[in-house]
């Protein structure tokens, strides 16, 4: 049960719109009041909205409301205050571990004696299928089948129980698999923008509904897309979405907020790609994670609603927690497009107009912490790459900057002996491998393709993949590219035989005026073949090369490249075998399919020869912007999306036909490789255990560099035989072939934990000079996979620890890189800087981090991570004593000790409860047995390194906000 509204400052008021009534939270009551409400950006505004509806006398109190009103710019993130999303929204591979842990708080609940019914979502949740599928097929017509019949023989029992979920739990829809992909999928139909309480269930009498603005929590670090649509939120890991699901509010930091203020219009030319990778670019510089991001200026109106959000899309590559844009005659005109009611748009202008969150050309631009100006006319093409989103370079330099890299990126096998140093480089001659002329370069591998012998280099594209929310939810640039597969086939051009191509739209629009334009065949030509909706490539579900590549890779150690449409190009996450991955346009990947190698200057290099005989260059077939727009006018309609979303919920004919168990509590089935019992609330008491002092006898699991992603650290992409993972499914009788991914198996905690820390790409400093997921367990001195050597310390009873370097955790936001290190035994990391939520992702499973003084670190210290760890004195934290850092002490095998101070990364009073009961799941849970234990009342003890209200951050704290964070999370809450 709700509590009652406090309404300390007279806010509830009632409002008509047409012949409907509603009840609202007026921000102007805080105006009569003195607090100037209108200069605060509009995200802050909708935060304070929220606190106002909220207030309760315990999570939100009017000092809460009266500090967001105060707000100060240039102050730095000090009172907390806790928010509650009008919703939550997964995506199946986070989606299925957080109703897994459900079903498991009913069947702990009913052990503990308490009702199961109680452990249901109290906020709507939405769930779209999107990660699952596959490009196994490509190139051919037979493709979308192929692949959707495998999705489904993989991933029929996870389905299943998808499927048992949406009829077990309260407020829970499922969006079946092949419809699109969740961020596109929400922006196009899911997002209300205001939402109305009438769509919820209600007891009768309760007067008119509330309205209040749309806001929402992610479990997809892109859940920021929709901030494009003026809609509020951003990603969180699972852990903390299953909380926010329970009615739990999101414990936050009042933010700075960052204005970016946009003049001009983009050149001809220009997408929204190229924008929002300078914007990325930009932002990564500026530092801005932890931070609102809010676009204003005069440029704002020349956007159009799709080039809005695919810059909110990727906030998580510039590190913001959210990338909002304010709700104008755009976002109108952009409901009406895709096809929303008109009662729906009718109370989106109203409410905000009524409550001033409308803007428009007179609107007076709010006060921001920072402000940074972007002129769109200077937007020129760019790709990013080879390994981060935020290192974007201008697409006339893309071939020199591949070689440039090519060195970082060869693999430790490659023959260093071949590297042969440019003539004339500075004043030792050396330069960089590949300038310079030598007989002893790499020779070009042959493989046979379709009959035919080919020659792969250093650079060869092979894989060119239209992909992505970020940019399929585009119409501008799905068009380019089709125009652009138009041109180049007349011209006589084709992709490269060795490049593995692919589209996989976000939604079933695309497909439709694909049609309407007569652009599919000229796709298809090119191997552009519907795959699947889905992320696919995106997030590393590229699907298997063909062997004759594979094995021209392996026999040349040769660094080939991908190029996609997406948003992350970590290393190793599109695949296993492709170490240089870019970030493009759409039509930019239609290109490079073309050119069929990223060295390459495709703007004074020819793409190939046409059928005439003559060069042909990427300039003779890039579409006009006329032709662009005369593209989508023609065929993108409010009819195409009306007639694709209408049936949403109901899924296709594989879907219907699934059988799907009933009942309030799921029946786990013992032989099930797919969804297991977790085993978080075993052994779990009604009570909290008494907190531990120390953590003693630990040993270092993992010693890692800087910008270890949640990519390295958590289960991802495909199984290999002779991995933990792959023996513990191959003796439980599954099949090499039937292994699917880490993601599709998600529910299953004993595939998970055994693919922890076992990225092929990561560098562990007690593996003894080799790569990928291995360690050595001391004191014995033995190299083993990092799963076996924890089981062995587990044995042994020993408890184990990580250092790391600086952005701990950037990268997705992944709750299995919580999840996987906790089962494995891992108590505490200790680490230079943390992506802000992989540490609350760490709290909320009961792993302490610790950070390095400034200055210090486990270098400076000479640690080398063979040593024995005492971490003393977190009892004097937990007990809100002021304390703010604990002792380490190492205890070195040949004698001798360091002894250093760590700060506690525990940043909130609320964290300090969940770490007490060993996670957020069981805080909840205990919560619903016995009652909420209430955090302290703000003013106590601080994040290390965060100033009191007005006062200024030490400057020498390396942070999540350092301008030199790789990108942080899906979802910085991600």
């Not at 100060?72 to 009172?79: D, K, L, N, V, W």
């Not at 959210?322 to 096809?339: E, N, S, W």
Request: aromatic letters at 8%.
């Amino acid at each position: 049960m709700e509590t009652a509204n406090a309404d300390s400052f007279g806010a509830c008021a009632r409002i008509r719109v047409g012949h409907a009534g509603y009840t609202v939270f007026r921000l102007d009551a805080l105006e009569r009041q003195g607090f100037d409400v209108q200069r605060l950006p509009y995200s802050l505004r909708i935060l304070l909205e929220n606190l106002l509806r909220k207030e309760d006398g315990l999570n939100v109190t009017r000092e809460d409301i009266e500090a967001l009103a105060r707000w100060e710019p240039a102050a730095a993130p000090a009172h907390e205050i806790a928010f509650s999303p009008a919703r939550v929204l997964l995506q199946d591979f986070t989606g299925v571990p957080a109703i897994v842990d459900l079903a498991a708080m009913r069947d702990a609940m009913a052990a503990l004696g308490g009702d199961p019914s109680r452990v249901n979502p109290i906020q709507p949740v939405e769930l779209v299928v999107d990660h699952s599928v596959q490009v196994d097929a490509f190139g051919s017509a037979a493709a979308f089948g192929i692949n959707e019949e495998l999705d489904y023989a993989r991933n029929r029992e996870r389905y299943a129980f998808l499927k048992w979920g949406q009829q077990a739990f309260a407020n829970f829809k499922v969006v079946p698999p092949n419809t699109g992909i969740v961020h596109q999928v929400n922006l196009e139909y899911l997002a209300r923008v205001v939402f109305s309480e009438d769509e919820l269930v209600r007891a009768a009498g309760d007067g008119p509904p509330m309205a209040y603005p749309d806001t929402l929590v992610g479990t997809d670090s892109h859940t920021p897309m929709v901030n494009g649509l003026g809609v509020l939120g951003w990603g969180v890991g699972g852990i903390e979405a299953e909380a926010a699901m329970l009615g739990q509010p999101i414990s936050m930091l009042i933010p700075q907020v960052i204005g970016v203020r946009l003049t001009g219009e983009l050149a001809p030319g220009a997408t929204a790609t190229d924008l929002v990778l300078t914007v990325t670019e930009m932002l990564r510089r500026k530092g801005v994670v932890g931070k609102f991001v809010e676009f204003y200026g005069p440029g704002l109106g020349g956007l159009s609603l799709a080039d809005r959000a695919t810059i909110g899309n990727m906030s998580p590559e510039y590190g913001a927690t959210c990338a909002i844009f304010p709700v104008d005659r755009v976002t109108l005109d952009y409901l009406r497009l895709t096809g929303r009611p008109a009662s729906r748009i009718a109370l989106v202008e109203a409410y905000m107009k009524e409550q001033g969150l409308f803007h428009g050309a007179d609107s007076p631009e709010p006060t921001y912490t920072d402000t940074l100006a972007l002129d769109l006319g200077s937007i020129e093409p760019s790709i990013a790459g080879p390994g981060r989103p935020q290192d974007r370079v201008p697409l006339p330099h893309a071939k020199t900057d591949f070689r440039r890299s090519l060195p970082q990126l060869l693999p430790p096998s490659a023959a260093r002996s071949q590297k042969q140093p440019a003539t004339g480089q500075g004043a030792g001659g050396a330069g960089i491998w590949g300038e310079g002329e030598s007989p002893e370069l790499p020779p070009a591998i042959e493989c046979e393709l379709e009959g035919e012998v080919h020659r792969l280099t250093h650079g060869a594209v092979v894989i060119a993949a239209i992909t992505s929310c970020t940019n399929t939810s585009n119409p501008a640039v799905m068009l380019a590219a089709g125009l652009l597969a138009r041109n180049a086939v007349e011209r006589g051009l084709k992709r490269k035989p060795w490049v593995k191509t692919s589209l996989a739209p976000g939604s079933k629009v695309v497909r439709d005026y694909y049609e309407r334009t007569g652009l599919t065949p000229y796709l298809e030509a090119l191997g552009f073949n519907l795959v699947g909706y889905g992320c696919t490539t995106c997030i590393g579900n590229s699907g298997p090369l063909p062997p004759p590549v594979s094995d021209a890779i392996r026999r040349g150690g040769l660094v080939v490249a991908s190029v996609l449409s997406g948003n992350r190009n970590f290393e190793g996450r599109i695949h296993s075998e492709v170490r240089a991955n870019y970030l493009m346009s759409p039509p930019l990947v239609v290109a490079f399919a073309l050119a069929g190698r990223i060295d390459i200057d495709l703007l004074n290099e020819p793409l190939g020869t046409g059928k005439d005989g003559r060069p042909v260059y990427l300039r003779d077939i890039w579409p006009a912007s006329g032709q662009i727009d005369e593209a989508i006018r023609g065929s993108v309609t409010a009819e195409t999306f009306a007639r694709n979303y209408q049936d949403v919920y109901k899924g296709d004919q594989r879907w219907q036909a699934l059988t799907a168990p009933g009942g309030d509590r799921f029946r786990w089935d013992e032989a099930s490789t797919y969804v297991r019992q977790p085993p978080y609330f075993q052994d779990m008491t009604r009570e909290p255990p008494p907190p531990a002092g120390a953590i003693r006898g630990a040993r270092a699991i993992a010693f890692l560099s800087d910008s270890v992603t949640t990519d390295h650290i958590s289960p991802a992409g495909s199984i290999r035989k002779d991995s933990p993972a792959g023996r513990y499914l191959t003796g439980h009788g599954v099949e090499v072939k039937d292994f699917n991914s880490y993601g599709s198996r998600r529910g299953n905690h004993e595939v998970m934990v055994r693919g922890t820390f076992a990225n092929p790409r990561i560098r562990n400093r007690l593996a003894g000079g080799r790569e990928g997921g291995v360690t050595t367990h001391w004191p014995s001195g033995e190299v083993a996979t990092i799963y076996d050597a924890a089981m062995r310390y587990r044995d042994e009873g020993t408890p184990l620890l990580v250092l790391a370097g600086k952005e701990y955790g950037s990268g997705s936001s992944r709750d299995w890189a919580a999840k996987g290190p906790q089962l494995q035994g891992v108590r505490a990391v200790v680490a230079e800087s943390y992506e802000r939520i992989h540490r609350s992702n760490l709290v909320g499973m009961g792993v302490l981090p610790l950070q390095f003084k400034p200055g210090e670190s486990a270098a400076t210290l000479g640690l080398s991570g063979d040593e024995i760890y005492d971490i003393e004195g977190i009892g004097d934290v937990l007990a809100g004593t002021g304390a703010r850092d604990l002792q380490v002490r190492a205890r070195r095998p040949g004698g001798g000790e360091v002894a250093f101070r760590a700060d506690v990364r525990i940043d909130t009073p609320q964290e300090v409860l969940y770490y007490r009961h060993g996670g957020i799941l069981p805080y909840v849970l205990r919560g619903l047995l016995t009652g909420v234990e209430r955090a302290p009342a703000p003013g106590g003890p601080r994040p290390p390194g965060e100033p009191r209200a007005g006062g200024e951050a030490p400057k020498d704290i390396v942070d999540e906000g350092s301008i030199e964070s790789f990108p942080a999370s899906d979802p910085p809450a991600y």
